[in-house]
């Protein structure tokens, strides 16, 4: 049989990683094809993930509220865009574009930057989404955290590859959740090939970060926002098992929270994880020799998180919490595990080629093999691609049915009453009891609607409850709510127009006796009461200053940002345009005859 042509066998490779990309995202992420379908009366709601069809301009969705912005830019850019265009479905789609464009970019760098071959490619793509990071963060609802995490892969590839303009439109796209901005940044500074091409990559990301630096810097109160010290114990890498962190983290695994590890997942999953991970080191030296930093960047994402998890560790990360402006950014440890991603793709490729008799040694960034056809050389290496697909599904084998809880939910029509209620008075601070940010409805914790259902200023206390423990808090918010439930009326001084009482959420009803005595004091009347909410309005209440001039910061950082985004797609653009038009002009053409002749 005549081999064919090398260009002609690439662009075979590239639309199958296309279309496997497309299926990996079918079977893995189908609660988020479902929410391409409008549908108003649902929102995705788990844990700390909440995207109704629309959100209000309120302080929590604008990040202009007491306390440093925690969902920039993906809430606000949720909330400006959702008038017109259904919040749910751009989390969506960006969730599946970031899917796609990581699948396919694995595939990529296996057969660019390793001289894989099609097997290989196949495997590196369904990793970047079959693994225990992304599913964990999605079911601990940090679903931007999660599309970063898919993205690595395109962002390593782009940065290599030069690649600047879609390079910036995946910085942005990571840059929804200030952590994924740091994840995409390390990614681009350590594979890009030249030191000019890291400082652009350097500030690029600093204008994708922009939407939450110039809030965080420019609001006075953001500092009075507190990271506990005792956080970092809390949220350091876990053990899945006896193994330790260090064999979770092996895995791409070990969140702090255990109750947002797949159903699926076993030790004998942790075990097949630790198995696959040594088998994809013994490819090391080969990554060591021809792609050094990567290689230190894979081992230092396995060996950091564990290592910061020891009683030495948590007492240097809480150090800095505590004296460290940011650093609380870094408390979640485990995080920083995907940052090993874009190496194992590249482990993947040489894992599979060493089983090739040409290529016994890895040969990693040489030309593929020339195949004489044996059963060895065809055989060996797609056994070897198919036995690490099916180590990657076992690390959480029934993964499509453990996204189950991210389907979307059904959205009580009371919100809709008090949202109609609030706006019609002045908006002061709305505060939620009970006290804290997280409710329970069914089996299902969630982060409170009312953050971001409401209008004005819905007040975050900003502090979490870990294991019984209560850490961070933002002063000013929890003095508030302490006054009101020891029975001190402190509401109208300190601006507070509305107050809600979620009486499903309380579990201790003595706990609210006093509060009750102040909501039901001169001064307050309660409005509404259905569904297991109390809505009560608090007279003249001395009203804070228009959040106008807060806005401002993030009015300019998101103009920037999406000034880079633009650019970064119209370069992609042209480019792809141009290259369309090469290709014609030089595509062979029939003549009168019948012959071909190029376009030429």
Known sequence: MKPQPLKTTATRDR??????????????????WLGLRPDSSKAFLLRDMFVPDSLPENSNNLGINE??????????????????????????????VSCLMGCYFAAAMVRDMAGGRLSAQLVAALFVVWNPFVIERFLQGQWTVATAGMLLPA????????????????????????????????????????????????????????????????????????????????????????LGPLASTMGLSGIWNAEAVPPSRTLFSVVVSVILCVVLMLGFKELWRVYRGVAVLTVLALVTPPLLATGWGVGLMGFAISHVPGAGMFR???????????GFVLLIAVAVERMDPHRR????????????????????????????????????????????PLKRVQISETWSQMFTIISGAPNGKIVLLPPGNYR?????????????????????????VVDGQVVDGNPASMGILSDLMNGKNTLQRNGVSWVLVDWYSITDGAAMTKALQVLNSKGIRRVLSVDNYDLYRVQSPTLPRSP???????????????????????????????RLQLSGRNRPLPDKTGKTHSAD
């Not at 390079?167 to 350590?190: K, Q, R």
């Not at 198919?386 to 993964?399: D, E, H, K, R, S």
């Not at 106008?548 to 653009?573: I, N, S």
């Open 361 to 404: 040694t890895g040969d990693l960034c040489g030309a593929p093999a020339k195949v004489d056809g044996s059963g060895r050389s065809r055989w060996a290496p797609r056994a070897a691609a198919a036995g690490l697909a099916v180590a990657c599904v076992l690390t959480v084998p029934a993964y499509p049915a453990d996204m189950a």
């Open 67 to 96: 306390g440093a912005p925690r969902a920039l830019p993906q809430d606000a850019v949720l909330t400006l865009f959702s008038p017109t265009v259904s919040a749910t479905l751009l989390a969506s789609t960006l969730v599946l």
């Open 15 to 32: 639309r199958i990683a296309l279309g496997w990309s497309f299926l990996i995202s079918i079977v893995t992420l189908w609660p988020f």
């Open 548 to 578: 106008v001039q807060d806005r401002a910061p993030l009015f300019v950082g998101m103009t920037f940002y999406w000034m880079l985004m633009m650019w970064g797609l119209c370069a992609w653009l042209w480019r792809v345009t141009r």
């Open 332 to 342: 979640d440890t485990s995080k920083f595990v995907c940052l090993a991603i874009p």
């Open 155 to 242: 962002v390593a590839f782009l940065a290599a590859a030069r690649s600047h303009g879609l390079l910036y439109v995946a910085i942005c796209l990571c840059g929804f959740v200030p952590t994924g901005l740091i994840l995409a940044l390390i990614t681009a500074l350590v594979f890009a090939p030249s030191h000019r091409e890291r400082l652009r990559n350097l500030i690029a990301s600093i204008i994708a970060a922009l939407p939450w630096l110039l809030p965080a810097v420019w609001v006075s109160n953001s500092s009075q926002t507190r990271s506990d010290a005792l956080s970092a114990a809390l949220f350091s890498a876990r053990g899945e098992t006896f």
């Open 440 to 464: 329970t409805r069914g089996e299902r914790p969630h982060v409170d609607p009312g953050l971001k259902l409401l209008p004005g200023s819905p007040m975050d206390p900003g502090f979490l």
